[in-house]
């Protein structure tokens, strides 16, 4: 694309959308978000974006709700400012975990977000890790989803992996083990998880494979509460693994999650910077970056090269 970059950034991440200019050598595009006393917001684009190839940059961390708002009102501001595409980068998606109807009377929500994005004028997401591919089937313009396994497998191929076993927290990780194993080259056991009813925590009643004598690596797309996490882990210990790890794309970390992790049996969390921790700080729990992914994505985009080379 002829056009002139552009990368502008939310209030979400500030620091991923500078990391990924200074990966690009260009600068941070200016913008403004004024929140009014009524809490109604206005974003300002504050440079000329007449047909530039424009990117805007935002993940799902809180305040959740505003920023979608705050996404939406900015995407809208840089198409009826004349910008010639306009590409949603959402490193962490918007309501990834609502992506299917499993339970009566409620919204696929994660559907409803890509209704919002493409009316607001989006033409393409660029995005990480989605809970369930299936999601960019809810969309009619192009989608593309990086995978964060190669930067994690990169990362734990520095260590000595005799003895390693790679594990799925529960069943429906299992699909993801298979990327890891073949870059790793490693064994693979599940856990079987079983909830006995809506308001009890899921158990672990059962272990595909074997991990006994072995240091395991959990791989989780993302961890939210660190609930999945922390009972795999004191289950597996309890199977003979010698230690356990945890490796995810997403490191949302709410709620107990951090005091969790520090009381565990868990002795290392490595997640990516696709949300901002801050002050979810732990001496157990190691961030990458994804920046200089995202700013290769970005730069295959604008010039018209293929993104699938990075998958």
Known sequence: MNAKIKIFAGSSHPELAQSICDSLDIPLAKSETVKFSNENLMVKIQENVRECDVFYIQTSAPPVNENIIETLIAIDALKHSSAARVTAVLPYFFYARSDKKDRPRISIAARLMADLLQTSGADRVLTMDLHSPQIQGFFHVPVDQLVGAPILCAHLMQRDLTDHVLVAGDVGEAKELGRFANLLHLPVAVVDKRRYADDDAAVATNLIGEVR????IIVDDEIATGGTIIEAARFLMERGALSVRVVATHGVLSGPAIDRINRSVISNVVVTDT???????????????????????????????SVSDLF
């Not at 004598?213 to 395991?216: I, R, S």
């Not at 700080?281 to 290769?296: C, G, H, N, Q, Y």
């Open 275 to 305: 949300i901002p921790l801050r002050d979810k700080r732990s001496d157990k729990i190691e961030v990458l970056s994804v920046a200089p992914l995202l700013a290769k994505a970005i730069r295959r985009i604008h010039d018209g090269d």
């Open 213 to 216: 004598g072995k240091h395991a």
